[in-house]
């Protein structure tokens, strides 16, 4: 069974950064696409960001394009989300998401693209 923690959300004033980390467990992810997505009070979960295995392709939301960076280290099984200049608006529950299958699309962005979840980390930006 895998199981996936986000940890690094906060409080952040608008205009400033924050680095979201999920750690993995229970399986080697190297092979597999991992995401971020986000949930707004009120709103559904959207797509954020994507990696493939090996970390050099991504795939951005168009809300954080140029403002989020999703990285990753396969020796620690983990993701990274950089996120700079952050918005009021990008206020929500992080979640951090893998795929059970090996492989990497940048169509990978619906919620059913992903078999595994972490529990989130919340993200809270004053304006």
């Known amino acids: 069974q895998v199981h996936m923690v986000e940890s690094g959300g906060g409080l952040v004033q608008a205009g400033g950064s924050l680095r979201l980390s999920c750690a993995a467990s229970?399986?080697?992810?190297?092979?597999?696409?991992m995401s971020w997505f986000r949930q707004a009070p009120g709103k559904g979960r959207e797509f954020v960001a994507a990696?493939?295995?090996?970390?050099?392709?991504?795939t951005y939301g168009d809300s954080v394009k140029g403002r989020f960076t999703m990285t990753r280290d396969n020796a620690k099984n983990s993701v990274y989300l950089q996120m700079n200049s952050l918005k009021p608006e990008d206020t929500a529950v992080y979640y951090c998401a893998a795929r059970a299958a090996l492989g990497f699309s940048s169509s990978y962005t619906a919620l059913n693209d992903y078999n595994y979840w972490g529990q989130g980390t919340q993200v809270t930006v004053s304006s």
């Open positions: 990696i493939s295995g090996g970390g050099g392709r991504t």
């Open positions: 229970g399986r080697t992810l190297s092979g597999n696409a």
